[in-house]
C-alpha cells in the first residue's frame, strides 16, 4: 500500500493542520497537564527504555520485541499526528488510523504496520523545542548548551502520558519505551528525563549497515519525488534520514568533506563517525547489541537483554522464532579507500567486544 493509498485527502488535511499547529498542541498539553493532573501525579516514569542508532540497524525489530512484552507503553500510529497532546487526541483517534488493519511500512522492507504499532514519533517533541537545529544541511550533536528546563518539564509529563494513553487499566504497571534514532546525537548532553534510562543502541556490521541506508534513501528520493506529501510527513515527525530531506548528524564534524549521499562511502563514514561517538559516551546505562548476534543466537541474546533492561526473559525469548537474519546486500567495497575499510573493520570489532550481546 502506498501513502497515496494510506493517506487520502481528508488524512494529509488532517496531518498538514496538525502539522503546522504545533502552538496549538502545546497549549492543549498544558490544558492536559491540568485536567489530567491526579492521573498524571500516579504514574511513574523512572526506568524508561531508549532504542537509539543509525537506521537500518534492527531498532524497529527491537522496539516491536519490547513492546510484545506487555510491560512498555511506547508511542504508536494511533497517536499521530496531534502528538502533542495524546490524552486529548486519543478520543478520537479511533475514527481515522486507530484499527488494526495491516500494511507495508514505507520503506518496503515486508514489515507490517496499523494504528495499534508502535513507532517512532517522538522527535516531534523535539523539533518543537529546537526548530533551528533542523534548518541547516545537518543536524549538530546536543551539547550542554543546549539544556532547556521547559523541555525537561514537557518530556517528562509526556512520558507520563504515552503510558496513561497505552494502559487498558489505571493500575496497569508499564514502562516508557522510544525508538528514537536521533537520540544517539543526544548521547554526550543528555537531559535531565533521559539520565535515568537505558539505552539500548544496535549495530549491524558495517559494510551492510551503509548498503541497507543507502538502498533506503535512494527509495525515499523516489517516493518524495512522486508525492510531495511523503516529505511533508517524514519531514515534520522529524524522520530526516533519507531521500531529500536527509539532515545526517555532523559527529566530530564529519559531514563537512563527506561524499555524496548517493555513493556507499558516505554511508559508511557517517557509520563510523556515530558509532564512534556511541562509543565515546556509552556508559553503565548504554547496552550495545549487535544484531547479527542477535538473530545467530536470539534465545541467548534476548534472555541476556532481558537481564540488563529488567524484563522477565520468558517474555523475549518466547519470541526467539520472530527474528530472521537481514537482507543481505551484494557490496562492492572496492569504491572505499583503503582507510576507511580498516576503520569501519576495527570500529565494528571493538562494538562486538564491547557489546554485552
Known sequence: MTFEDRYGWLDRLLHRTAFRAGTAQHALSDVENILYRDTLSSISVDDPVFITALPRSGTTIVLRLLWNTGRFASHTYQDMPFLLCPLFWDRFSDQFDGGTQTTERAHGDGLQVSGKSPEAFEEMIWKHFWPDAYRGRCIQPWSDDDHDPAFDT???????????????????????????????ARLGALPRPLEAGTFVVPFRAPFQQA?????????????HDDDDFVREYMEAIGHHEFGHGLRPVNFDGWV?????????????????????????????????????????EP?????????????????????????????????????????????AAALHETLKQRAPL
Do not use: C
Not at 504515552?162 to 528514537?180: C, G, T, W
Not at 537483554?305 to 525469548?317: E, H, M, Q, R, Y
Not at 572496492?334 to 576507511?340: G, K, N, Q, R
Open 299 to 343: 534465545r541467548t541474546a534476548l534472555s541476556r537483554l532481558a537481564d540488563l533492561i529488567s524484563v522477565d526473559p520468558s517474555a523475549l525469548t518466547g519470541q526467539a522464532d520472530q527474528l530472521r537474519p537481514p537482507r543481505s546486500h551484494s557490496v562492492e567495497t572496492a569504491a572505499l579507500s583503503s582507510e576507511t575499510r580498516r576503520r
Open 211 to 223: 548498503a541497507s541506508m543507502l538502498q533506503q534513501h535512494e527509495r525515499f528520493l523516489q517516493l
Open 256 to 296: 563537512d568533506d563527506a561524499p555524496e549521499p548517493t555513493s556507499l562511502a558516505f554511508w559508511v563514514r557517517y557509520w563510523i563517525a556515530a558509532y564512534q561517538h556511541v562509543l565515546a559516551h556509552a556508559d553503565e546505562n548504554t547496552v550495545l547489541l549487535s544484531y547479527d548476534r542477535l538473530v545467530d
Open 154 to 184: 514537557f518530556y517528562e509529563s509526556h512520558m507520563r502520558k504515552v503510558v496513561a494513553v497505552r494502559r487498558d487499566a489505571p493500575s496497569a504497571d508499564l514502562r516508557y519505551l522510544s525508538k528514537n534514532n536521533l537520540n544517539i
